[in-house]
Nanobody
Framework: QVQLVESGGGLVQPGGSLKLSCTASGSIFRLSAMGWYRQAPGKGRVLVAT???????NYGDSVKGRFTISRDNAKNTVYLQMNSLKPEDTAVYYCYAEVSRPRYNYWGQGTQVTVSS
């Protein structure tokens, strides 16, 4: 079992910045990819960004050029630096972790990000 604890959500003005953190604990020996998804009210959960253990990254089209994902393997922590925030970025952001052999996905509890005008 892997537990994911997120922090850093909150209220920010359009054009502002916010940084999210997520730390994994528990059975982390097979931890591979980590990342972030988000879900707005009444909408589905969509990809924000992921990063592999080899530091390869993947971003959703709507956040490319504005968000940056990184990880600290020694701390089992993934970060999401969010810049140039827009009202459409308002959502609950969920931390994601993938383990391998066998493959399984874990989710954090979510943290609210609100971008207000």
């Amino acid at each position: 079992q892997v537990q994911l604890v997120e922090s850093g959500g909150g209220l920010v003005q359009p054009g502002g910045s916010l940084k999210l953190s997520c730390t994994a604990s528990g059975s982390i020996f097979r931890l591979s990819a980590m990342g972030w998804y988000r879900q707005a009210p009444g909408k589905g959960r969509v990809l924000v960004a992921t990063v592999t253990s080899g530091d390869g990254t993947n971003y959703g089209d709507s956040v490319k050029g504005r968000f940056t994902i990184s990880r600290d393997n020694a701390k089992n922590t993934v970060y999401l630096q969010m810049n140039s925030l827009k009202p459409e970025d308002t959502a609950v952001y969920y931390c994601y972790a993938e383990v391998s052999r066998p493959r399984y996905n874990y989710w954090g509890q979510g943290t609210q990000v609100t971008v207000s005008s």
